[in-house]
């Protein structure tokens, strides 16, 4: 069963697959289906592939297949979702399914802020966005943080660097993983599980390991890529 968003956003899809051979932008459906923000549009696409009404293309941004339809979506004369427009373009016959593959290879993810003392990562989402070498990802969720401080040098992470992060709750010992300590602080630390405690050592010999009990902690992603910009 779907909700309505994600309904209209398989048969916005769906659409504009039949009319251009090519799937819609994350900005192209954020407007479609009037959401504040891109992650609302990551959320949508990520129910819809793991319900397998549509799969992701390997290193494509924006290479997305629509497996199935619901059956009250079959049906003939089903309302389409369309970006508003005074001059709706006129439909282009479908490309050759090669063109498909050609489509762009970078992918928006919402840029949260910086992962610094102070706010959990649900409270850093905002409308900032960061386009992501799709090679660097692999299936799932992602979002990025702005590194702050020097506690992973040692890892190759510095300050200002962009981890992206992909969202899971949990995570095996020895990955760098973005860890809400008391629902007040996110931080970027190696995850170990000794004794009953978790521990969240940092790459930094300056720097001492974390303990805290099980409670207290709560993973919010794994490192899943690292970009860095040169000024």
Same mark, same amino acid.
């Given at each position: 069963m779907l909700t309505r968003k994600q309904q209209e956003l398989l048969i916005f899809i769906d659409e504009r697959l039949k009319s251009d051979g090519v799937s819609p932008s994350?900005?192209? =459906?954020? $407007? +479609?289906?009037?959401?504040?923000?891109?992650?609302?549009?990551? @959320?949508?696409?990520?129910a819809l592939e793991e319900r397998q009404f549509i799969r992701r293309l390997p290193n494509r941004a924006r290479a997305l297949e629509v497996l199935r339809l619901p059956?009250?979506?079959?049906?003939?004369?089903?309302p389409a979702l369309t970006l508003a427009s005074s001059n709706p373009a006129p439909r282009r016959p479908a490309p050759h399914?090669?063109? =498909?593959? $050609? +489509?762009?290879?970078?992918?928006?993810?919402?840029?949260?802020? @910086?992962?610094?003392?102070?706010?959990?990562?649900?409270?850093?989402?905002?409308?900032?966005?960061?386009?992501?070498p799709a090679a660097l990802l692999g299936p799932g969720e992602h979002y990025a943080l702005e590194v702050s401080g020097d506690s992973m040098i040692e890892a190759g992470i510095f300050?200002?660097?962009?981890?992206?992060?992909?969202?899971?709750?949990?995570?095996?010992d020895g990955e760098i993983v973005v860890a809400l300590i008391d629902n007040s602080e996110a931080t970027l630390k190696y995850l170990h599980r000794e004794a009953g405690i978790i521990?969240?050592?940092?790459?930094?010999?300056?720097?001492?390991p974390q303990r805290y009990r099980p409670d207290q902690v709560r993973i919010q992603?794994?490192?899943?890529?690292l970009l860095r910009r040169y000024h």
């Open positions: 994350f900005e192209e =459906m954020k $407007a +479609a289906l009037a959401l504040k923000s891109k992650s609302g549009v990551h @959320r949508l696409i990520n059956e009250a979506l079959e049906k003939p004369g089903r399914p090669q063109a =498909m593959l $050609a +489509a762009n290879d970078t992918v928006v993810v919402p840029l949260h802020g @910086r992962i610094a003392a102070g706010l959990p990562v649900e409270a850093l989402e905002s409308d900032q966005s960061l386009s992501v300050d200002g660097d962009y981890a992206l992060i992909r969202r899971c709750e949990d995570a095996r521990r969240l050592d940092p790459a930094n010999s300056r720097h001492s992603g794994r490192l899943a890529g």
